[in-house]
């Protein structure tokens, strides 16, 4: 069975995989906790070089291990993505493609929760939990233990479906969200291996940090990206028909005025947005510096991996711009922490293996010591954190987006990106980007159609299609219009009439 089959084919097959032997002998098998927050864009930690923002405890998760500064989520977008580290597909494969109420597996939803690493390890022996944000369409099925937000949450006293119960919390959420996984961590049986989804609501929009954070950073002037008033006139037409400005996000109408001139309504709303998002981050910092202090109290640190990651990455001002979705840098890159005292060296940094949400799948059998799945996109990641070498790791990956018509207006596109080079896919409007990374790692200079890369630009459009075709994209998802029909628009502008 090859890449291109569709995850309703896979359910078919959930027994047998779910059912093979495992290489691993008698020895315990490591625990797994995979800590996941909300929009964390890469360049907003500590231990990636940003000299303002307080991550004491996620620092010192880095140190304790390595950290992989070539890490990518194959689809920005919150949904799709959390999905693909659940099943190690892409999104036009599990289905979800989009935030909307409309994206569901295809398939059979029961057999699909099957289908997740989670439940494969509970399969295998693990007992296993998921707390904090799900934002997936189908419901945790199949944990021992379930606490998740229904929806996106809110950041005081939220709801909480614990156990299939609607139950509210109290506090900040991501302060009643850490209590969950100690709780969890507290009772998991010491009999058995445990796998637990830790996953934060923070950094995500409105950005309400708790009260003890509130005044972080008041008297901290934090610069804005050297790129920040750059704009995008020159981009092509579907990034312009974006909304996408931070100079227009909404979230602060009541204290920043309409009628200031862009750049300074730009910097204004800048300095309200990047202060909250950085106090949300401490809050999520020191609820993981809780779990870390627990293992170590406990005796489980040496043989437990912990991951800590995020479902994608998000623009903090570059090219004027907020939010996620394009394939830019900000959107796409993710933190990627991994320890494992038992196995991997501490204080390593990666620069040179390209990490994917797909391979999270892949990776979580590997540690429980399941045979690889081979309908499964991604890779296993194991040996390369324990710093072996690993002959014929991926040297590009595809990316897609699907969502449209929907918030920020983003119409779908793909593209490859190499160590050194980034093609981008606009389908409708059709329209082309190519940067070179190594020249130009901001991607600031479009060099589609110049002549002097024409041989570049060639072989990666063919690369482009041969990866649609490898992993079976090669339409539209028939529900995501490629331009929306009148009264569907959300919003939309148009394409103009000629274009």
Known sequence: MDRRTVIGGMAGAAALSLGAPAIAGPR?????????????????????GNKIIRTPNLDRLAAGGVRFNQAFVTNALCLPSRATYLTGVYSHTHGMVTNGEESGFTGEPRLISARTYPNMLRAAGYHTGVVGKWHVNTPPEGYDYSAILPGQGQYFDPQLLVQ?????????????????ALGFLRSAPRDKPFCLLYQFKAPHRGWEPAPRFRTAYADVDIP?????????????????????????????????????????????????????????????????????????????AEDTLIVYTSDNGFFLGEHGLFDKRLMYEPSIRVPMLVRHPAAIPAG????????LNID?????????GLRPDREMHGESWLKVARGERVPGWR????????EFPAAHCVRPNRGVRTDRWKLIHWVRP?????????????????LAGK???RAVEQRLKARLTALQREYGDVELPTHVAAEPMPGKTRGCPPIPPGA
């Not at 390593?348 to 990490?355: A, G, I, Q, T």
């Not at 999270?360 to 429980?368: I, Q, V, Y």
């Not at 040297?395 to 699907?402: A, M, S």
């Not at 059709?430 to 479009?446: M, T």
């Open 28 to 48: 315990r098998r490591p625990n797994l906790i995979f800590i996941m927050t909300d929009d964390h864009a890469q360049s907003a930690l500590g231990c990636y």
């Open 164 to 180: 299939g119960r609607m139950m509210r919390g109290k506090g900040h959420t991501d302060d009643v969200i850490g209590e969950q």
């Open 224 to 300: 804005p990206p050297a790129d920040f008033l750059e704009g995008i006139e020159d981009r092509p037409l579907p990034l312009r028909l974006a909304d996408l400005g931070i100079a227009n996000m909404p979230d602060y109408r009541d204290r920043v005025p309409a009628s200031l001139p862009t750049a300074e309504r730009a910097r204004r709303n800048w300095d309200i947005f990047i202060k909250d998002y950085y106090r949300v981050l401490m809050g999520v910092d020191e609820n993981v510096g809780r779990v870390l202090d627990h293992l170590d109290t406990s005796g489980l």
């Open 348 to 355: 390593r940094v990666d620069d040179s293996h390209m990490l």
């Open 360 to 368: 999270m799948a892949p990776t979580a059998r590997a540690l429980a």
């Open 395 to 402: 040297k590009d990956f595809l990316y897609q987006y699907f």
């Open 430 to 446: 059709e329209a082309w980007e190519l940067y070179d990374l190594k020249a130009d790692p901001g991607e600031h200079v479009n």
């Open 451 to 453: 002549p002097e890369v």
